[in-house]
């Protein structure tokens, strides 16, 4: 049987419920409710972060409404560690409400073992999920958060529109009053919450603490509704006399709370159980090992250690570092523990490399990249990841398979953004790591992250076609070319929802993209996911409207769980919303009933589409260039997927050192006049008009000519630089290879940069080509040395510093930068390529020129 046996963590509210329905509609059996309240009886609210325990006493009998048992737990801590993120178990979080909610959770495992998942109403707060995701991953269970990021008018509409019997017990916001609107059931509201969101901008479902609720009646109350009119009934409190946004709740006593019997109640469904939790929350659970407990268990469980290989591409004021290693390992009886030891030491060998040059750990770590042999030890190899990188704030990720050398399982590949030019830290790293099932994006249960940005560079991870809410692969049953489709329009709708996760636009900061395809360059499949991933893309540049879309909540089983069914985003219609009731909060039962598949008034004008919006709208972009496209023939993707994107983007000014004024070019020959300068009240329209495009066939001295070798750039100059050169199959030649490293030094000193300041240097190449990966090796190093050091002396800009010369001696061990094989790759004009390049640069100094620039 599918589906999780599921918690539901409830207080009582709307969207908790509401969550625990729509879990229900994905096939999950909510099985037992869990509820925190405050440690004193008497005392109805807390200055909780985290938890709404107005109406508490309300929750008590909800075991007895569900049939269901419920674990509560009175808080013994509060509101301490109020920092975005939370690590569970350390010394600091002892007294911290969360850890009542880990005490709690861990109680329901205790009793009911088969629980493995938690359900939790959150929609936009970062703050609640992290701290529910953070304690799932602690306990081994999985967050469903089904109204994530959803929006509010469409979580309203939801919720009433599935027969919840909510009433309004705590308002707190313009437009609302305690005395008038307390006790007010939400359906009747409906309207008039659209209509204050409208003029004061507050949030119509309540998610910015405008008011709480408590569920009286819904389709998961099986045996009884609630009322709290009983002895004594509700009582106003008023908390603020504000002019503007008086505040107040409602005290629900014990007396007044009662369960009245349904009429239609399942016979032999009894009470629910309510368990008091009083035992304390567990330890942590360890799970990474250090590099010596990692070579003992490898060697415990047989495995044959062979050579270790590792590289590293930083020049002396780079900003950034790049660091690659594999492991050769070894196990004729069990080849899936081979691949789990190479991944686990290849990772310990790159962090060791970062430790010991570059002073940095996991923390400075933007972006990680599996390569592997074989898919089918996916599990395997992700174990071993989990217990190297840390789960706290991880870097983004990506996993493909690709035909490595005999007896390297898997090679990772570790960017890295170095110390400032003064030995300060570089910026804390922000990672968007969503681990709550939802119909956002797909989750990354583990320690990667959708998004890692820092020093203005976002890395996203591998997207590919998953249905968020289910992480099954979407296009189950349809014919070859509408699958690829499906999955490559899903892929990218991800990479879109995570860039605006993230504070990015995908349409006007993308800058580069590797598209990871499965076939070869003979296979018709292969081509045509390549055609629908490139469709894709266009259409998320011209921005057309389904790109942006959440995907509406409900799953097969809706109708049971009692909730309508829900849609894909991108084939939602953009149908009038329909208002219900009237403006002063009263509702009329005649009103057309409104369909959950409809937009709210904002979502719609968030979504209008490329060619709907105005000539003014369009130049808030500023963006003339199209972001640099590497497409990668592999064997296989994570879940049997057809294509895998990975997006890098420019988030905010973008990376490198600041500079006032910059001219543009709208390709190689043609320059164009910029007044403009940067402006700190629109960052990215100011760092789009300073980007210079170049594209490409080049002659080895520059020359746009007919030639074997393409080179494509986006840079700003005296800043950063993203360049990629491909030479076409059957070429690959020392010659050629040098022809391609001329270009990006040349590329480099158009961008007053140089390679002192490359951060990162890697290559595909394709397995039909003649040249073989060490003759491969040997030329790029050979080239680099020869052509980059022309470079630099012509500029005047060669570093003195120690660090570079220890580079230069790693390159002539021939395993300076990342090289991977491919079934077949291409880049820009050139589809079938023998080796591609990628490069990027940045200068090390945030927002100072460096000294030798001087």
């Not at 107005?54 to 109020?82: C, E, I, K, M, W």
């Not at 107040?248 to 368990?275: C, M, Q, W, Y």
């Not at 390992?329 to 290849?346: I, M, R, T």
């Not at 059957?730 to 290879?737: A, E, H, R, Y």
């Amino acid at each position: 049987m599918g589906g999780h046996d599921v918690v539901a963590l409830v207080s009582g509210g709307k969207d908790s419920v509401m969550a625990a329905m729509l879990a229900q509609s994905y096939g999950h059996r909510v099985v037992a409710l869990g509820n925190l309240l405050p440690a004193v009886a008497t005392v109805e609210e807390l200055d909780s972060h985290c938890f709404q325990t107005v109406g508490h006493n309300a929750v008590a009998v909800y075991g007895d409404l569900t049939g269901l048992p419920l674990f509560r737990r009175r808080l013994q801590g509060d509101s301490r560690h109020t920092e975005m993120t939370y690590e569970v178990g350390t010394d600091d979080k002892s007294g911290d409400e969360v850890e009542d909610l880990r005490a709690l959770l861990a109680c329901v495992k205790r009793k009911m073992p088969r629980v493995t998942a938690v359900t939790a109403g959150a929609i936009l707060s970062d703050y609640q999920r992290l701290r529910v995701e953070a304690v799932c991953a602690d306990l081994g269970l999985v967050s469903l958060a089904f109204l994530w990021q959803q929006p509010q008018g469409l979580v309203l509409d939801l919720i009433c529109d599935a027969n919840v019997d909510a009433v309004l017990i705590k308002v707190a916001a313009m437009g609302l009053e305690p005395r008038k609107h307390l006790g007010k059931s939400l359906d009747s509201m409906r309207a008039f919450l659209k209509k204050i969101e409208r003029e004061y901008g507050s949030h119509c479902a309540g998610e910015g603490g405008e008011f709480e609720t408590i569920v009286l009646d819904c389709p998961l109350f099986r045996r009884a509704h609630l009322t709290i009119d009983g002895r004594g009934g509700p009582e106003i409190v008023v908390t603020s006399l504000d002019p503007y946004a008086p505040s107040g709740h409602l005290f629900v006593s014990t007396s007044a709370v009662l369960a009245v019997a349904k009429e239609n109640r399942p016979p032999d469904l009894p009470a629910g159980e309510v368990i008091d939790v009083v035992a304390g929350a567990p330890l942590a659970r360890v799970v990474r090992r250090t590099v010596s407990d990692s070579f003992e268990a490898v060697k415990s469980a047989g495995v044959i250690i062979g050579v270790t290989e590792v590289g590293v591409v930083s020049g002396a004021e780079a900003s950034s570092a790049h660091v690659h290693a594999r492991v050769a390992c070894a196990n004729k009886d069990d080849p899936a523990a081979a691949a789990s030891a190479s991944c686990e030491l290849a990772l310990h060998a790159a962090a060791n490399v970062l430790s010991e040059q570059f002073g940095l750990d996991w923390c400075d770590v933007d972006y990680v990249q599996l390569c592997v042999s074989n898919m089918s030890h996916f599990a395997e190899i992700n174990a071993a990841y989990v217990r190297v990188v840390p789960v706290h704030s991880p870097p983004s990720r990506a996993c493909v398979q690709l035909p490595l050398p005999d007896g390297v399982p898997v090679a990772v590949e570790v960017f890295a953004t170095r110390s400032n030019a003064d030995a300060t830290k570089p910026p804390p790293r922000k990672s968007l790591h969503v681990q709550s099932l939802s119909c956002w994006a797909p989750a990354c249960i583990g320690p990667y992250a959708q998004a890692s940005s820092r020093a203005g560079v976002a890395h996203l991870a591998g997207s590919i076609g998953m249905d968020p809410a289910t992480l099954d692969m979407v296009g189950f049953g349809l014919p070859g070319r509408e699958k690829r489709k499906a999955e490559a329009r899903r892929a990218w709708r991800s990479s879109v929802a995570v860039a605006l996760g993230a504070g990015c636009d995908l349409a006007r900061d993308v800058v580069a993209v590797t598209v990871f395809v499965v076939g070869d360059t003979d296979d018709p499949g292969g081509e045509l996911a390549k055609q629908e991933s490139a469709a894709a893309l266009r259409a998320i540049l011209r921005r057309d409207k389904w790109c942006a879309r959440v995907d509406v909540p409900g799953g097969l089983f809706s109708i049971d769980a009692g909730v309508r069914p829900g849609r894909y985003g991108d084939n939602l219609e953009t149908d009038e919303t329909t208002e219900q009731g009237s403006d002063d909060g009263t509702h009329d039962p005649d009103d057309e009933c409104f369909n959950a598949s409809t937009l709210d008034e904002k979502t719609k004008e968030d979504e209008r589409s490329y060619d709907e919006k105005t000539k003014e709208d369009r130049t808030l972009d500023h963006k003339t260039w199209h972001p640099l496209v590497t497409t990668v023939l592999v064997p296989r993707l994570p879940k049997n997927a057809r294509v895998e994107v990975q997006c890098v983007l420019l988030d905010g000014g973008g990376p490198g050192a600041a500079v006032s004024k910059i001219r543009r070019y709208e390709d190689s020959e043609t320059e164009l006049d910029s007044e403009e300068s940067d402006d700190d009240s629109d960052p990215q329209g100011s760092r789009n008009r300073s980007v210079v495009t170049v594209d490409g066939r080049i002659n080895g001295q520059g020359g746009l000519i007919n030639s074997p070798v393409v080179v494509g750039a986006r840079f700003a100059k005296t800043r950063w630089c993203f360049a990629r050169v491909a030479i076409e199959i059957g070429t690959v030649t020392f010659p050629s290879i040098e022809n391609a490293v001329r270009a990006l030094s040349e590329t480099l000193a158009n961008a007053k940069l140089g390679w002192h300041h490359v951060g990162s240097l890697r290559g595909y190449y394709s397995m039909k080509c003649d040249a073989k990966e060490r003759e491969i090796r040997g030329w790029v190093d050979d080239a680099v040395g020869v052509t980059g050091g022309e470079t630099e002396k012509e500029s005047k800009k060669e570093s003195k510093n120690e660090n570079s010369r220890s580079k230069n001696e790693n390159s002539k061990r021939g395993f300076c930068f990342a090289l991977a094989p491919a079934l077949g790759i291409g880049f820009g004009s050139v589809h079938d390529a023998g080796l591609v390049l990628e490069l990027y640069a940045a200068t090390r100094a945030m927002g100072r020129t460096p000294p030798d620039e001087c």
